[in-house]
């Protein structure tokens, strides 16, 4: 080997050690964070004929599995840090009658308006705060009777193309049927049909039972079933409701803004 190919090798021998210390000392490569979990509040307490903490257990640990962090309250208290409520994407609410104050009213009210979803079931939902009439506008609707009490009816899907109700049957249930008083311009998602037997003048009255809505930048999300825990062991009832949640939480995939069913439209 020639003087100057030795020389050659060592320097190129030198320059791959001098790269490979340049390697070994740079920095690894900075992990990305995970993105935030979305926060949710689910809020329960009211009349404990509607079971609101075994509802609630049914879908709060849910909503853990799907990804978010999710904190549980008996008190509308929780509505009081302003803060806290902006930075939510989800209110889940499970208060059946009960009062609340102007200033707790105010802080879920303003949440919503501010783009923080709503969501939750029967009487939980609709059949809350009943002088608070800014509380049912924001709603979409409020709870005026169940004709007959615990009795057998069915669900029909009304609009099969929205990912709260795809793929879903038609179906039967054995609950309260609500009767309720319905903001028109809600998205309407399922109705149940009276058939007169308990109250003879409303035979046939055609009634929302899961409808979805704005109010301000907040999407609301409700549906009338839900009397007690068991009835979220018919399938689609449980459906109803966890999908109802996720487009309340803007989810992706689960849906665009509603579109106003107006009944009393003018048709074309």
């Given at each position: 080997?020639t003087?100057?190919?030795?020389?050659?090798l060592?320097?190129?021998?030198?320059?791959?050690?001098?790269?490979?210390?340049?390697?070994?000392l740079?920095?690894?490569?900075t992990?990305q964070?995970?993105?935030p979990?979305?926060?949710?509040l689910?809020v329960?307490g009211?009349w404990?004929?509607?079971?609101p903490?075994?509802?609630?257990?049914?879908?709060?640990?849910?909503?853990?599995?799907?990804g978010?962090d999710?904190?549980?309250?008996?008190?509308?208290?929780s509505?009081?840090?302003?803060e806290?409520?902006?930075?939510l994407?989800?209110?889940?609410?499970?208060?059946?009658?009960?009062?609340?104050?102007p200033?707790?009213?105010?802080?879920?009210?303003e949440?919503?308006?501010?783009?923080?979803?709503?969501?939750g079931?029967?009487?939980?939902l609709?059949?809350?705060?009943?002088?608070?009439?800014?509380?049912?506008?924001?709603?979409?609707g409020?709870?005026?009777?169940?004709?007959?009490?615990?009795?057998d009816?069915s669900?029909?899907?009304r609009?099969p193309?929205?990912p709260?109700?795809?793929?879903?049957?038609?179906?039967k249930m054995h609950s309260e049927?609500y009767?309720?008083?319905v903001?028109p311009?809600?998205?309407v998602?399922?109705?149940?049909?009276?058939?007169?037997?308990h109250a003879?003048?409303?035979?046939?009255?055609?009634?929302?039972?899961?409808?979805?809505?704005?109010y301000?930048?907040?999407?609301v999300?409700?549906?009338?079933?839900?009397?007690?825990a068991?009835?979220?062991?018919?399938?689609?009832?449980?459906?109803?409701?966890?999908?109802?949640?996720l487009w309340?939480?803007?989810?992706p995939?689960?849906?665009?803004?509603?579109?106003s069913?107006?009944?009393?439209?003018?048709?074309?």
């Open positions: 080997m003087h100057r190919l030795a020389a050659g060592r320097r190129a021998a030198a320059i791959a050690l001098v790269g490979a210390a340049c390697v070994s740079s920095p690894a490569p992990a964070a995970p993105a979990k979305k926060k949710v689910v329960w009211g404990e004929g509607h079971e903490k075994k509802c609630v257990d049914i879908f709060a640990p849910w909503l853990t599995e799907q978010f999710v904190e549980v309250s008996n008190t509308l208290d509505y009081l840090d302003a806290k409520m902006k930075s994407s989800l209110i889940v609410q499970a208060v059946t009658m009960s009062k609340i104050t200033q707790q009213e105010r802080g879920l009210e949440a919503v308006k501010s783009g923080v979803g709503l969501a079931w029967h009487g939980g609709s059949d809350s705060f009943r002088n608070n009439t800014e509380y049912e506008f924001m709603v979409g409020a709870w005026a009777a169940h004709p007959g009490g615990v009795i009816y669900v029909q899907i609009k193309t929205d709260i109700v795809k793929g879903l049957k038609d179906f049927q009767y309720m008083l903001d311009n809600v998205d998602l399922a109705t149940t049909t009276f058939t007169g037997d003879a003048w409303i035979n046939g009255a055609v009634m929302p039972v899961a409808w979805k809505k704005l301000g930048k907040g999407r999300f409700h549906t009338s079933l839900g009397h007690v068991a009835d979220f062991d018919v399938p689609e009832a449980r459906a109803i409701v966890q999908r109802g949640l309340a939480a803007r989810m995939g689960t849906g665009d803004d509603p579109v069913t107006n009944p009393y439209a003018a048709r074309k």
